[in-house]
């Protein structure tokens, strides 16, 4: 290997052609043995060979209606004034799929027939072959039903059977292992101590290779030794048709897969141009693929979707499944590193009869992420980013109608919120209320520019005290909004469990030794922590850490909770969640800001049901902190 700890950030394409190059040169089969499966077995997989039709379907004339079957000539000159009578010998009784007697060439419904003394009247005449399906009108005899490398799918499976098939030549399932790697990774169930993790990346790709129509098993836990890895890589290649490598992919001290897969075999790429899923390994051992996949999660997935994906295909003589793609317009700023594909986790909802992208939390390991995720967006090496209002085009994870019932909140982070995302769901499993975390500023500008339907806020006006409302026109530009009132909530500081440095309030932010954690800027807590420390007469710049910022309340809870921060202004609910302690500043409104044109619509209505359910009111008052008094007010 090259003393680099990468060889390369080779673009995503560059890097499947490096890869295809190695597996041609290192023995590996292109495609996977042919096996014959009963039909009832073949679901999802690929056809190894054309599927031909040994009998016809239907493989007689058939009636295609319930009613009489007749001579289509003797129903000339029949209407309403003149009815053609039909003697019984004239006509024969089928049902729907009955074989049609000899010399009869149409079928009447059943309702358009009239009985008198035995006889059938007709009211209408009737075309040859008129409800009646031909031999052979759905398949022929030897005609081509299916063609090699098709996914078969149920109606497939239908058709093949009534083409007279009972079995099917496919490929093989490919087989995936996975091989968890780390010192510090522990079985999924187990108890685990600082600085170690659950195996949570072997479960997800594994699920993943499975949903790609693939036998799947993973392997034990291997510890940062190259010694043993290099063994159980070398074993296991031997019973699969890729290996994929958790972790240890980069360039750090115990990273040893690039160095194992170089040992055993080929490494044709170490470090791919993508965002993230960076630190990305692919070689091939013994005439086997191996995948080396970053060890955080958001990148392993993705990892999977890019290479993963397309290799599976091939070796099942498929086109790579193709995730339907939409444009969508940009809800805020989006920064983005030239050089690399970056690929962003995004929100979905449609607001004016557009589609609107939020951007999620970018962190590679930030795996909720993926888990809120209704598309990806992908911005390519040359761009620096998007604009809010940007047209994008993006990957859609869920289906439109799904995404056509999103509620789209953007502003303030408050725990209300969460909790109804959830009471919504609960209640219609279409309805999603998808909030993104931006500030009280951020949200009313999104409001403004048509990208969500409700904006959170908090905005204290320090020059009036009043809370939103005067920024509506200052913000919004005279356009026609209201307010709903959520709810009254606690603001104060949290700190560490039994308040260790002794704090009393605003005052003591500026004592040294006392670390801040701050919001965002744009959010209504900085801006009341900014209104406080200014009428104490204290300078941002004498609190330590107040450059440091997190985009919700529970950021800063869990920061303080782990002993990251002293203090961080916040609501009561949020600190009750992490069991720190919580020193009463203020009781603000928290208010929605919606665009009138918007109060009344069918996609709001739930959420304002849901509102004055004093079941609902009743679980916000559990969290502590909150006064629904007024939730759901119209207050402007």
Request: aromatic share 4%; glycine share 10%.
């Amino acid at each position: 290997m090259a003393d680099s700890p990468f060889i390369h950030d080779v673009p995503a394409a560059r890097a499947l052609d490096a890869w295809r190059s190695a597996r041609e040169a290192g023995g590996c089969p292109a495609r996977l043995p042919a096996v014959r499966v009963p039909l009832a077995d073949a679901a999802g997989r690929v056809t190894a060979g054309p599927v031909w039709a040994l009998r016809s379907s239907p493989p007689f004339d058939a009636a295609g209606m319930d009613g009489i079957a007749v001579r289509a000539a003797d129903t000339l000159g029949a209407s309403e004034t003149t009815p053609v009578q039909l003697k019984p010998d004239a006509y024969d009784v089928v049902d729907t799929g009955d074989p049609m007697p000899d010399g009869r060439d149409a079928v009447v419904m059943r309702e358009h027939v009239h009985y008198c003394d035995g006889r059938a009247e007709l009211r209408a005449a009737v075309p040859p072959y008129q409800h009646v399906r031909s031999i052979g009108e759905d398949v022929s005899t030897s005609e081509l039903l299916l063609p090699a490398g098709h996914r078969l799918r149920a109606v497939d499976l239908a058709a093949a059977a009534a083409a007279g098939a009972t079995d099917v030549l496919v490929r093989r399932r490919p087989v995936v292992a996975v091989l968890p790697t780390g010192d510090e990774v522990r079985p999924i169930g187990a108890t685990t101590g600082p600085g170690e993790i659950l195996d949570t990346n072997s479960l997800m790709l594994a699920t993943q290779a499975r949903e790609a129509g693939c036998d799947a098993h993973c392997l034990p836990i291997e510890p940062d030794d190259p010694v043993g890895l290099a063994k159980a890589a070398g074993a296991a290649v031997a019973d699969c048709d890729l290996l994929i490598i958790v972790a240890g992919s980069s360039a750090g001290r115990d990273d040893y897969t690039a160095r194992i897969v170089a040992q055993l075999g080929t490494l044709a790429v170490h470090g791919v141009a993508v965002r993230p899923g960076h630190p990305v390994v692919l070689g091939v051992v013994a005439g086997t693929p191996v995948l080396g996949a970053p060890g955080y999660p958001v990148s392993a997935a993705l990892t999977f979707d890019i290479f993963a994906e397309p290799l599976l295909a091939e070796l099942a003589g498929a086109v790579p499944r193709h995730r339907p793609r939409a444009p969508a317009r940009l809800a805020r700023k989006l920064a983005s590193p030239l050089g690399m594909d970056d690929w962003v986790r995004v929100r979905l909802g449609v607001v004016r009869g557009a589609m609107v992208a939020t951007p999620l939390p970018r962190g590679a390991g930030v795996l909720t992420s993926l888990v809120r995720a209704d598309g990806l967006l992908m911005v390519p090496a040359g761009l620096e980013g998007h604009h809010p209002g940007d047209e994008v085009q993006v990957e859609l994870l869920r289906g439109l109608d799904e995404i056509s019932h999103t509620i789209v909140a953007i502003g303030s982070h408050d725990l209300v919120l969460d909790l109804a995302a959830s009471a919504l769901r609960a209640d219609d499993p279409r309805i999603t209320l998808a909030s993104s975390n931006v500030g009280s500023l951020g949200g009313l500008v999104a409001l403004r520019d048509g990208l969500c339907h409700l904006a959170g806020s908090h905005l204290l006006d320090p020059a009036t005290g009043e809370y939103t409302l005067p920024y509506l026109d200052r913000i919004l530009g005279g356009q026609d909004v209201c307010v709903v009132r959520l709810v009254h909530r606690d603001q104060g500081l949290m700190v560490a469990p039994g308040n260790p440095l002794g704090l009393a309030g605003i005052e003591d932010l500026a004592r040294a030794g006392v670390r801040y954690v701050n919001r965002q800027r744009g959010a209504g807590t900085r801006m009341l922590l900014d209104l406080e420390l200014r009428q104490r007469g204290i300078s941002p710049d004498a609190v330590a850490g107040y450059a440091r910022e997190e985009s919700t309340h529970l950021a800063v809870a869990a920061a303080i909770a782990a002993g990251r921060g002293d203090a961080g202004l916040g609501i009561m609910a949020a600190a009750r969640a992490f069991g720190v302690d919580f020193l009463p500043v203020t009781r603000e409104p928290y208010d929605l800001v919606v665009a009138t044109a918007d109060l009344q619509s069918p996609r709001l209505a739930p959420l304002w049901a849901l509102l004055r359910s004093d079941r609902f009111q009743a679980a916000v008052t559990e969290l502590g902190g909150y006064d629904t008094t007024e939730m759901g007010r119209r207050i402007r």
